[in-house]
């Protein structure tokens, strides 16, 4: 039955209120139950599922259900990113021009070498998830523990070496950090793998900067003359041994000369005797005739005169018959 105030207006019963605002508080519920039920698991990330605290499953990137709070618990975890820990510094805002902050965290960096000299060590820690369930449940405070873990490994590795060589063997340094960080980590089940571990700086404590830097500009300057010497001798040393090979070859050439020509006048002389043994007339006039062609060649012009001839009038006009022989 439907009733009216004293104004004509419809009067509902407290009754029919009651169920509507029931009615909407169930259709709200319902809604909230049902976007609890579904979650969406991003390209990058899993989803480790707990019902009532304990882990029942991981779900892989896409569209899944479950039961709603406090039944089923979903709880993402980036597993394809990597993340970093900054040791001795820290980036304000990355970019093209990257900021850094104006605090020195010298608590962390400075560190003691194996012969007891004090150097600043900057480093970047690269790491990624590898293990979600034991990421989430086996360590409480991942990052201090990582921090704290990934400096002490640090220290314990820079005590080994010496100061200066810190600076000369950071590929080094890096490896064997990375190594001895991830065997300490899978040793604590943190689910943890290092992707990559860098020395970004190593410097000296300010109060000993100049100094040091005086010693690398003598050390540079001694490395230059050192080449610039190696150079030299470079240049220098092949060029004397090929001159020397050089005096060597004319002098081995010389002597096979002198020696083939010796050999070849014992050789003429030998086969000269010979002959003047059989026929001593003839080859004594034979040698006389060739060293006469000798002489007589090199004589230039001759003059042969009759030895029978008194007069010197034939010798007056000698010039005019010419450079000929006669």
């Given at each position: 039955?439907?009733?009216?105030?004293?104004?004509?207006?419809?009067?509902?019963?407290?009754?029919?209120?009651?169920?509507?605002?029931?009615?909407?508080?169930?259709?709200?519920?319902?809604?909230?139950?049902?976007?609890?039920?579904?979650?969406?698991?991003?390209?990058?990330?899993v989803a480790v599922v707990q019902r009532f605290g304990k882990f029942i499953r991981i779900d892989q990137p896409g569209l899944h259900f479950k039961f709603p709070y406090p039944i089923d618990k979903a709880t993402m975890v980036l597993v394809d990113y990597i993340f970093k820990e900054e040791?001795?510094?820290?980036?304000?805002?990355?970019?093209?021009?990257?900021?850094?902050?104006?605090?020195?965290?010298?608590?962390?960096?400075?560190?003691?070498t194996g012969d007891l000299n004090v150097v600043d060590v900057s480093w970047v820690v690269q790491f990624r998830v590898k293990d979600p369930v034991a990421f989430l449940f086996n360590v409480?405070?991942?990052?201090?523990?990582?921090?704290?873990?990934?400096?002490?490994?640090?220290?314990?590795?820079?005590?080994?070496?010496?100061?200066?060589?810190?600076?000369?063997?950071?590929?080094?340094?890096?490896?064997?950090?990375?190594?001895?960080?991830?065997?300490?980590?899978?040793?604590?089940?943190?689910?943890?793998?290092?992707?990559?571990?860098?020395?970004?700086?190593?410097?000296?404590?300010?109060p000993v900067k100049p100094a040091f830097n005086e010693v690398n500009e003598a050390k540079q300057e001694k490395e230059r003359m050192i080449n610039e010497a190696w150079e030299v001798y470079n240049r220098k040393i092949p060029r004397a041994k090929g001159e020397a090979a050089k005096i060597i070859q004319q002098a081995e050439g010389y002597a096979?000369?002198?020696?083939?020509?010796a050999k070849g006048d014992a050789e003429r002389f030998l086969e000269v005797l010979k002959a003047y043994r059989q026929a001593e007339d003839v080859t004594r006039k034979?040698?006389?005739?060739?060293?006469?062609?000798?002489?007589?060649?090199?004589?230039?012009?001759?003059?042969?005169?009759d030895e029978d001839g008194m007069s010197i009038l034939p010798l007056l006009n000698l010039n005019e018959r010419g450079n000929g022989s006669k």
């Open positions: 039955m439907e009733m009216f105030d004293p104004h004509g207006r419809k009067i509902v019963s407290s009754w029919w209120q009651r169920q509507g605002w029931l009615a909407i508080v169930l259709f709200v519920v319902a809604v909230l139950l049902i976007k609890s039920c579904v979650y969406q698991v991003q390209p990058n990330e040791f001795g510094f820290r980036t304000v805002r990355a970019g093209i021009k990257t900021v850094y902050s104006e605090r020195t965290y010298r608590e962390e960096s400075l560190m003691l409480r405070d991942k990052r201090k523990n990582l921090r704290d873990i990934s400096e002490a490994i640090m220290r314990e590795v820079i005590g080994d070496y010496t100061f200066d060589e810190v600076f000369v063997k950071r590929l080094e340094i890096n490896t064997l950090v990375k190594e001895r960080l991830q065997k300490t980590l899978d040793r604590y089940k943190m689910g943890v793998l290092i992707t990559k571990v860098l020395l970004q700086d190593v410097d000296p404590p300010d096979a000369e002198i020696v083939n020509r034979r040698m006389y005739l060739d060293a006469m062609e000798k002489i007589l060649r090199q004589a230039g012009q001759k003059f042969i005169v």
